[in-house]
């Protein structure tokens, strides 16, 4: 004897939506790989955020004059307590995104406006934040290797490709 239908037609549904992307550009199972993936990154956010932050200057040393903190070399950065202040801003603010953002589309959106309106006052262009984007999931996914999967690398991407086509 099977349940009611709408029961078995909800199931369906669920299983039909893990795999399709919503509002945040993610499916249910991306959802689930980047929040676990991120519980182990947000750890330690001021050693992965000053990580990403040298690795993104040093593949990109044009982007040291958008800094107030930069001076001398992207190796030197590494050591600069300005810096390690703003990546821990940036990782406090992705894990926002990924732990409250992607459970509420709303707030994603919100948070999304707020980023772009703070960036476009100092020139930061979609470009911009995919070099940025590019440099943290080839990081993370590093940073994470034993717990690497197709579904989180695409996840990555899905949230990073999300936060950048917030600047069109």
Known sequence: MSGPASLVGSDEEELTN???P??????KSQKVALIAAWSIVKKDLVTHGRNIFVMFFEEYPQYLDYFDFASG???EL???RSLHAHALNVMNFIGTLIDYGLNDPALLKCSLVKLVRN??????TKEDVGAVGGVIMRYC???LEQHR????EEAFGAFL???AAAFD
């Open 119 to 124: 960036h476009r006052k100092r020139n930061v």
């Open 22 to 27: 919503d509002e945040t550009g993610l499916t």
């Open 161 to 163: 490709g999300t936060v």
């Open 149 to 152: 999967t197709k579904t989180l």
């Open 73 to 75: 070399s992207a190796g």
């Open 78 to 80: 590494g050591e600069n």
């Open 141 to 143: 996914l590093k940073a």
């Open 18 to 20: 893990y795999h399709t």
